[in-house]
């Protein structure tokens, strides 16, 4: 198993939140289907925040 880390910025507005929802489209969901059409694997997704319906995300601080 390999271990990516990703820093993403998105525009929510037409999804329901971050957490994969039954019959909704999530940004979560969107970033596993991405992944899992570039490496044919199973994907598993764990995140250090999350937002709700409708938010957006900008990725600022960060440093490497």
Known sequence: MKNIKLLIEYDGKNFAGWQTQPGKESIQGEIIKAIKEVTKDEVELNASGRTDAGV?????????
């Open 56 to 64: 957006h995300a900008l990725r600022t601080g960060c440093k490497f």
